[in-house]
């Protein structure tokens, strides 16, 4: 398959989007704090030091599910759709399970760098974040669709 010609994502659109994603992933983590009381049988302490290893495996699973379902399911996330944005492998084609596991833990390291992972973009040729040089990612700006006449 030949590499990608469409536009790379600017940063300032990939904060955007991730702004939008803040959305569905509260929800996901009410429902991940909620699983966490069941699975502590209703009293969930999170001052211990186990409790508060339960919330956040939990909320981290439902993170990495909510991303790599949707990278690997179309390309992008809700976040993504609304500025027409999509993360295609480097030579174009859809992200498979394992390049969207690898993605998105590289990711968390991007942002736990102070967001030097993110920022690298603006210095970048190609607009590649680290986790994008690393996974052979690329984000790519959609076209609009052409209108109905």
Do not use: C, N
């Not at 940063?11 to 569905?24: F, G, M, Q």
């Not at 209703?42 to 699973?61: E, I, N, P, S, Y």
């Not at 599910?65 to 990278?71: C, G, H, K, N, R």
């Not at 986790?131 to 109905?148: F, G, M, N, Y």
């Amino acid at each position: 398959m030949s590499k990608i010609t469409a536009t790379p994502a600017t940063l300032w659109l990939r904060l955007l989007a991730i702004v939008y994603d803040l959305l569905p992933l509260l929800g996901l983590w009410l429902g991940a704090a909620g699983l966490a009381v069941l699975l502590s049988g209703g009293a969930l302490d999170t001052h211990r030091l186990g409790g508060k290893l339960t919330m956040q495996a939990l909320v981290l699973l439902a993170s990495g599910a909510y991303f790599i379902v949707s990278w690997t399911r179309g390309g992008q996330t809700i976040g993504m759709r609304a500025w027409r944005l999509r993360v295609v492998r480097s030579d174009g084609a859809p992200l498979t399970i394992a390049q969207s596991a690898l993605r998105f833990p590289l990711a968390l390291l991007s942002l736990a760098a102070l967001g030097a992972g993110f920022w690298w973009s603006l210095i970048d040729r190609d607009r590649l974040t680290w986790h994008d040089r690393i996974a052979r990612t690329l984000v790519v700006r959609l076209e609009k669709p052409a209108s109905a006449k």
